[in-house]
């Protein structure tokens, strides 16, 4: 496999209200690779979405990143750890958007509804091209045509509120890719869209993905759209990656109680009619009362007590690319 052009290495995003600290992610590492798409997937409040706003450096105050690396494999060969960048310098404004492109989980409210959605996309263009306003604006109309927005020529002087979630959301792809990045992160690309519209949208990355080439990060607390589009998986609890590794063995050998758990709720054609869903016992602790050692430990069905509720942990290498943060898995315990 080819060198990873991203890799995430016990990220630390942590915020410092004056309540206390939240741990939002604590100690994340991944790998992104060229041409493939990487799933975090995980209930809300999890740090998935703080995650993705990290490698940006677009943490909202009073958060920060605090530790670790995020290192990036630049379009001229140079690896950039991104933590160490000043997040308002102008290569860190260079990797927004011209290596990175982001999708916003609520298009409606990351839309300007002052200015036409050509101006919004025609203004992404000139801040990593450099092109004349036609340019830009044919540019932009080829963008929305490239994403399935009918009649561009003409939507390009709509406004976001004269379109539906679905051509929101399109124009949102657009944005992302307005600077031809070489990495997509969409983050819960299918929130508050209908069955088919959220099907059209999948469809639309994918293609897009293959087209381009482009290194993807899905963020969503759907399984059944991590099945559909991920290559590899990366399961996240409490700002923690607790197991990850290829999306087949994720799905048809899942190790970690989350994961499992995660996978029994998803509903089933072949359930009995009128069957009760199965649900994951508790909720998630509250950000200043995490609990000790394992933090899924409270709502594991596995819990060993004084083992589970001592320290956190470690990671457990299950084959070449499956990994388990887990007390059932380890040195002298079978697997």
Not at 9 to 36: H, K, M, W
Not at 72 to 82: C, E, Y
Not at 297 to 302: A, I, L, T
């Amino acid at each position: 496999m080819a060198e990873p052009i991203l890799s995430v290495r016990n990220l630390q995003t942590y915020f410092r209200p004056d309540e206390g600290i939240v741990r939002a992610v604590d100690g994340a590492s991944f790998d992104l690779y060229p041409g493939r798409t990487l799933g975090i997937v995980g209930e809300s409040g999890c740090g998935k979405s703080v995650t993705a706003r990290s490698i940006l450096r677009i943490v909202d105050r009073p958060g920060k990143v605090e530790g670790g690396e995020i290192v990036l494999r630049r379009h001229d060969g140079r690896l950039v750890d991104i933590v160490g960048l000043d997040e308002s310098g102008a290569e860190m404004r260079d990797i927004r958007g011209g290596e990175i492109g982001y999708v916003f989980q609520e298009p409606m409210s990351s839309l300007s509804a002052f200015y036409t959605i050509g101006n919004q996309v025609m203004e992404a263009i000139h801040l990593h091209k450099r092109v004349t306003e036609k340019e830009a604006r044919d540019r932009a109309i080829e963008l929305l045509h490239l994403v399935g927005i009918p009649r561009p020529e003409q939507r390009v002087d709509s406004y976001s509120f004269e379109l539906s979630g679905g051509l929101r959301q399109r124009v949102m792809i657009a944005l992302a890719l307005a600077a031809e990045p070489r990495i997509l992160i969409a983050d819960e690309p299918t929130t508050a869209l209908d069955v088919t519209t959220q099907a059209q949208i999948l469809e639309l990355i994918r293609k897009i993905q293959e087209e381009r080439k482009l290194a993807v990060v899905l963020i969503t607390h759907d399984m059944g759209v991590i099945a559909e589009m991920a290559d590899a998986v990366s399961v996240m609890y409490l700002g923690k990656i607790v197991e990850s590794g290829p999306v087949d063995e994720i799905f048809h050998a899942p190790k970690h109680p989350y994961t499992q758990a995660l996978l029994r709720s998803i509903p089933s054609v072949l359930a009995e009619p009128r069957s009760r869903l199965a649900t994951i016992s508790g909720s998630i602790p509250h950000p200043y009362a995490r609990p000790p050692g394992c933090t899924f430990n409270p709502r594991c069905g596995n819990f060993m007590p004084g083992k589970c509720d001592q320290a956190p942990p470690p990671a457990t290498t299950l084959s070449a690319d499956h990994e388990v943060r887990c007390f059932l898995y380890g040195e002298g315990v079978a697997t």
